[in-house]
């Protein structure tokens, strides 16, 4: 990201090549980020395996370097199925975790031998009726919805206890295979994976009993990453939000708490800076008991000889992408607040989080185009609604900007480039690059019909 931002001609380029914004990706992190977490399995000699969340980045290039990092994949449908398939990833790297499930995504993954993770009994009777169907034998991950007082309550999965009723319809039970136990929580909390991953084991340990030969557990995504490195700015951010009165703009569009509460984040954020990340956290999962005097999870995991799996999505692309737009005008609100108007829109870099809390880096075009303004400013976007605000913070512009002038969104590429981006307007959606070690190249993405 910093060699390319070192090179404006280079940013330039990329801009009127593909408009704006571009989302530059360059993949070589998500391997050392994978090895991040298997150097730490390996420590605790347990059988791991790291499956890509792909819904994080709907790129091929990610697909193609999460294989070549030894990695398999977590579809989310029936086209990120279908484009794996394509791609050539083996089907025993692939699962299937859709939270509503189509007939053709069952279907394809049925004939294609994918592991299915399965959400609840309707699912499972669909499954089962269609690879009998096609006299098929269908392997399933039962969705487990934790039932630790801890955990929050969640729609996904069935509880164990309910798990072990549906399967006591033996007619059902023989005509599938039950490969493993699924869960994907809420938040990045280690002790509950730790909780998740014990109840998944005793519920392994009763379908044992039953017959059935589960090999894995699959922990889910939310391994988390830190994207702002000092927790002081951090703090700082939220102490110097919180105190400021109603209407007060001078951080925040509106003074928008962001979701903030008493100058703490709250879920209204993704924690943009956290401590522990990737193999300290899965360290920590690994090492604890979830009872004072029981086993480690790690060695539980070793004397029920079963793999643990997880899905991150955004932890594995972290360092591996930038979203780079083009500055359209400077101008001020009707009551004299500056703005930045950029070529892009809103939905181009967010998440599910309230905003996307790294600053943007400015890209000055050698000969500007229009006189510099040097004000502090809010982004504002393509979309004609009024609260179309790239991000929700204000910010200064020491050095001057004016339109022509590029504006870089850093390390966007999990969730932020793809998850919620609309083509409302007919505003055409992003284009994706990448590059393949020599130069920034098309990704195959673009190119596809859904
Ligand atoms: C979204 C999702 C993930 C990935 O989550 P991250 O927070 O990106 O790691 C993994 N598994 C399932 C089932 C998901 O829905």
Redesign the pocket.
Known sequence: MEDLLNSPARCRELIDAYGSPVNVHEFAALGSNAQELRTVAAAHSIDFQIYF?R??NKTMGAIDQAIRAGCGV?V?SLNELRQCLDRGVPAERIIV?AAVKSRALLQLAIASRVTISVDNKDELLEVSELADERGENVEVALRLAVAHPAIPPTRFGLLAARWLEVLGDTELASRVTVAGIHF?LNGYDASARALGISEALSLIGQLRTMGHEPTFVDM????PMSYVDSAEQWENFWSTLEPLPAGDETLTWKSDRLGATGGAPVAGVYPYHQELVRGAWLDEILGSATEPGSVSIASSLRRAQIQLRC?????LLDGCGMTIAEVAFTKNRSDGVPLVGLHMNRTQCRSTSADFLVDPLLVHQGQPQRKRTFDSAFLVGAYCIEEELLLRRRFEFPAGVAAGDLVAFPNTA?YLMHIVESASHQLPLAANVLWNGDQWVADDIDRMQL
């Open positions: 969340a819904k994080a977590d989310a975790t994907h889910g995504g939310g391994i899905e991150p999505g955004r932890s999990g």
